[in-house]
């Protein structure tokens, strides 16, 4: 039997775990890591090379020299307070009104959804993710043994219609419903200020409490902003942001906006998974908040991405056959790829490889591992000229597949 193997979202590499791709695909995958010539649009790696290495030292240095002694010491496993203090003004940023005392700090939002399914999910408890969904949340759901209602999305995020006869069926009600509502993990999609309204209204009749995931809302390059639920005034959402896209993945900082029943069973979990976050991480992020230079880089990461994708997309519409489609992300750092159904991109990932170029297989972002004609590519990390030739690269490999398929009769 295979091993089973699980995708890691932040590098882009798959390591043994759960049954998300074809052993012969993670060999392939894992021996081209590290390989300059391979273009890989594989990871949801932000762009960072834009972070001045002068700013980064200044403030470093402001927190070595002024804090010493707290930066290298434990800290309050529910966080420092006035990095809580200055993740309420990011969040104001997107018009959610927040209370210190409802923040919790976490090692990344991942952290937060792994002591979320820890908290609400018992084996066969029901959940409701959408589909696609985001990986990290299904692999930190999937030890705890959820069922998982899969509602699918289109352009307009959630299919509330559907959602609405899935929460009907139930015989019990969902533990949570996750959602990224804005430029969707792996869809791009942004949900309808229509579908939140209906999503937020299903969540009241039924009781179900909202996992919002927003690591992206920020990154907005085109359109009109659209509010977080939790701005909505709905008391029954959980909130996670993070760091991570707007400043530095590696400072690993995230955090949880909760009701304070929710609160203290996360600080209770969190205390046993870790003690606390690192404080030196945290007083960085305090100081990096409160020069104002996370404003100064989403506002140099917006046109960036914004070529990016447009180069992605430009890319796509030269170089990838008739019967394809895409979403057209305003915002974030992915966007998803529809191939016409007879094709298998589980089974094309390690021919993409041969030819130096590397995406994440649509399989990964189901739970029932549905969605082999998907892929999702990431235009954040590589540069123009490098999503122009891996496209390239990637139209080659898919025509090739489509003519095989052809000659075989297995195009129905």
Same mark, same amino acid.
């Given at each position: 039997?295979?091993?089973?193997?699980?995708?890691?979202?932040?590098?882009?590499?798959?390591?043994?775990?759960?049954?998300?791709?074809?052993?012969?695909?993670?060999?392939?995958?894992?021996?081209?890591?590290?390989?300059?010539?391979?273009?890989?649009?594989?990871?949801?790696?932000?762009?960072?090379?834009?972070?001045?290495?002068? !700013?980064?030292?200044? /403030? %470093? *240095?402001?927190?070595?020299?002024?804090?010493?002694? $707290?930066?290298?010491? #434990? &800290?309050?496993?529910?966080?420092?307070?006035?990095?809580?203090?200055?993740?309420?003004?990011?969040?104001?940023?997107?018009?959610?009104?927040?209370?210190?005392?409802?923040?919790?700090?976490?090692?990344?939002?991942?952290?937060?959804?792994?002591?979320?399914?820890?908290?609400?999910?018992?084996?066969?408890?029901?959940?409701?993710?959408?589909?696609?969904?985001?990986?990290?949340?299904?692999?930190?759901?999937?030890?705890?043994?959820?069922?998982?209602?899969?509602?699918?999305?289109?352009?307009?995020?959630?299919?509330?219609?559907?959602?609405?006869?899935?929460?009907?069926?139930?015989?019990?009600?969902?533990?949570?419903?996750?959602?990224?509502?804005?430029?969707?993990?792996?869809?791009?999609?942004?949900?309808?200020?229509?579908?939140? !309204?209906?999503?937020? /209204? %299903? *969540?009241?009749?039924?009781?179900?409490?909202?996992? $919002?995931?927003?690591? #992206? &809302?920020?990154?907005?390059?085109?359109?009109?902003?659209?509010?977080?639920?939790?701005?909505?005034?709905?008391?029954?959402?959980?909130?996670?942001?993070?760091?991570?896209?707007?400043?530095?993945?590696?400072?690993?900082?995230?955090?949880?906006?909760?009701?304070?029943?929710?609160?203290?069973?996360?600080?209770?979990?969190?205390?046993?998974?870790?003690?606390?976050?690192?404080?030196?991480?945290?007083?960085?992020?305090?100081?990096?908040?409160?020069?104002?230079?996370?404003?100064?880089?989403?506002?140099?990461?917006?046109?960036?991405?914004?070529?990016?994708?447009?180069?992605?997309?430009?890319?796509?519409?030269?170089?990838?056959?008739?019967?394809?489609?895409?979403?057209?992300?305003?915002?974030?750092?992915?966007?998803?790829?529809?191939?016409?159904?007879?094709?298998?991109?589980?089974?094309?990932?390690?021919?993409?490889? $041969?030819?130096?170029?590397?995406?994440?297989?649509?399989?990964?972002?189901?739970?029932?591992?549905?969605?082999?004609?998907?892929?999702?590519?990431?235009?954040?990390?590589?540069?123009?000229?490098?999503?122009?030739?891996?496209?390239?690269?990637?139209?080659?490999?898919?025509?090739?597949?489509?003519?095989?398929?052809?000659?075989?009769?297995?195009?129905?």
């Amino acid at each position: 039997m295979s091993p089973e193997i699980t995708f890691d979202p932040y590098t882009g590499l798959y390591s043994e775990a759960n049954a998300l791709l074809r052993s012969s695909a993670i060999r392939d995958l894992m021996s081209v890591v590290g390989r300059h010539d391979v273009i890989s649009f594989a990871g949801g790696l932000p762009h960072i090379n834009g972070l001045p290495p002068e !700013e980064l030292g200044s /403030v %470093l *240095a402001s927190v070595v020299e002024e804090g010493f002694a $707290e930066a290298f010491q #434990y &800290g309050e496993t529910e966080g420092r307070e006035p990095l809580k203090a200055a993740l309420v003004e990011v969040m104001a940023a997107e018009g959610i009104k927040a209370d210190p005392d409802h923040v919790l700090i976490t090692t990344g939002s991942q952290q937060a959804l792994d002591l979320l399914g820890r908290i609400f999910i018992d084996p066969g408890d029901p959940i409701v993710m959408e589909g696609p969904t985001y990986v990290g949340a299904l692999s930190a759901f999937r030890p705890a043994g959820p069922s998982v209602v899969t509602v699918p999305l289109d352009d307009e995020g959630i299919r509330t219609d559907l959602l609405a006869g899935e929460l009907e069926r139930l015989v019990e009600r969902p533990k949570f419903i996750y959602v990224v509502p804005t430029f969707q993990n792996p869809a791009g999609v942004t949900m309808h200020p229509r579908r939140r !309204e209906e999503l937020l /209204v %299903l *969540a009241e009749q039924y009781d179900a409490l909202i996992i $919002e995931d927003n690591p #992206y &809302g920020l990154l907005r390059f085109e359109g009109e902003p659209v509010g977080p639920l939790a701005s909505s005034g709905y008391a029954n959402i959980v909130y996670l942001g993070t760091l991570s896209k707007i400043v530095s993945p590696g400072i690993r900082t995230g955090w949880v906006l909760a009701p304070p029943p929710i609160m203290e069973r996360l600080a209770m979990l969190k205390q046993g998974a870790d003690l606390c976050s690192p404080t030196l991480s945290q007083m960085f992020a305090e100081e990096y908040i409160r020069r104002g230079l996370w404003l100064k880089n989403l506002e140099n990461l917006k046109p960036i991405y914004h070529a990016r994708r447009d180069a992605m997309i430009q890319a796509l519409e030269k170089h990838f056959p008739e019967g394809s489609r895409w979403t057209r992300p305003q915002g974030g750092l992915f966007l998803w790829v529809t191939l016409p159904r007879f094709l298998d991109t589980e089974k094309m990932l390690p021919l993409a490889i $041969e030819q130096r170029v590397a995406f994440v297989p649509g399989t990964a972002f189901y739970a029932d591992g549905s969605g082999a004609n998907h892929m999702r590519l990431n235009f954040s990390f590589s540069s123009e000229d490098q999503i122009a030739e891996g496209i390239k690269r990637l139209g080659k490999v898919i025509r090739k597949e489509i003519e095989l398929y052809r000659s075989l009769g297995l195009d129905a």
